[in-house]
């Protein structure tokens, strides 16, 4: 009994500086968490000096995001370059935009017609070549020419004379060139439909959207980054919350996941050149992309094209009742303020420190974009039972 005492003391004493121990390991860990918190923020919210002179391509601009962005960066002095897939659509933006922003036809699955998408550019930064950069770069720029540097007052002279030639750099400066080069790309074009259940889609339907959607962007990223890299930019790719969840069927989700795959590899990639790679992440928004009359326009295609056994195997209630869910669940979360995502957007054009991703509605960031880190088997049971059950089921 008497050596019971010091053990049960020593054990008291042993579990009394452990439980000090945790507290200040969590103090430390809390104190850690908030230092962290406060630089992030502080950090996230420093913002480039001028955004003047500095040139931002956007692809898809006649309607959505695109359109809006263009025109609120036309309104801070960013000189836009905004690609319209259709004639009225640039006529539209031209329109309700100032003289400075200008206006191309692109279709983001063409090559051709992103080739001189590219030569266009080319032609637009080149212009205004001085005044896109900074005396620190001219300053490089005429030394790489010269080998000397120039009296600073006879600097905008022989900058004059450099711009009408590009020069052979010294191999230590191969990457320097007389263009500026483009400051930002956004990658927004994209389609969404067919959207439904996976047996109902044809390999087509898939290539349809994923050319615009997963090739558009590669090709496109790929055409301007020579320009990109001058400027040492950034490129701002559009996915979406269906990037991150495969919440329905058809081409969309699988294009939004290769968006996400193939930014994560250019951001990867760039790093060392300087240009920065922001994935924009939306959640769902009153957009053309979102409009119920076309989604339901493209199902029924896919519904009346369908095999009587497959359709039988869903029964005939099943269409109506799947147009019923999606309408209902549509009406409540698509969010009409399209400045959510363009916010995401400038920041990523405007901030010094661009975040590698953005999320950008109530509905990504607490329904989707946490829905990613459950275990798929729960995700799997909330979506079989909100959509309509198939007539021929088995469980
Ligand atoms: N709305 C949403 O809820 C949501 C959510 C997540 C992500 N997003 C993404 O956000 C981006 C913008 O979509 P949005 O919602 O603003 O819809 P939107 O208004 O339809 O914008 C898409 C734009 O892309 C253009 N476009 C379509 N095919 C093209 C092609 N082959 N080449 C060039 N441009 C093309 C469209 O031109 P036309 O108008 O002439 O067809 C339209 O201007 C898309 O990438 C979309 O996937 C949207």
Redesign the pocket.
Known sequence: MKASHPSVLGQSSLFLQASRDNSTMWCYVLLISVLWTVVWFFRDRQMLSTFKDKYVFI?????????MLAKRLDKKGFQVLA????Q??ADNLQRSSSPNLRTIL?????SE?IRKAVEWVKGEVGEKGEQGLGWGERAMHLLASQQTLPPRKEWSKVWAEESKVIYPSPPHQQSICILPGLFGLV??????NPIGPTEWMSVEDYRKVM???TF?VIEVSLAFLPLLKRARGRVVN?????GRLSANGGG?CIS?YTVEAFSDSLRRDMYHFGVKVSI???????????NLESIETSLRQLWDRMSPETRQSYGEDFFPNYLKVQKFIMNII?DPD?SK?TNCMEHALQAKHPRSRYSAGWDAKFIWLPATYLPAFMVDIVLATVLPKPAHRVR
């Open positions: 692809t898809g601009c006649d309607t959505g995001f695109g359109n690609g319209c897939l259709t009225k659509g692109l279709d983001v699955t063409n017609s990658n927004n074009a994209g389609v969404a050319a615009v959607n558009g559009t996915s979406s919350v269906l969309y939004k924009v992440e939306p959640g769902f928004f009153k957009t053309a992309v979102t698509c399209l995502v």
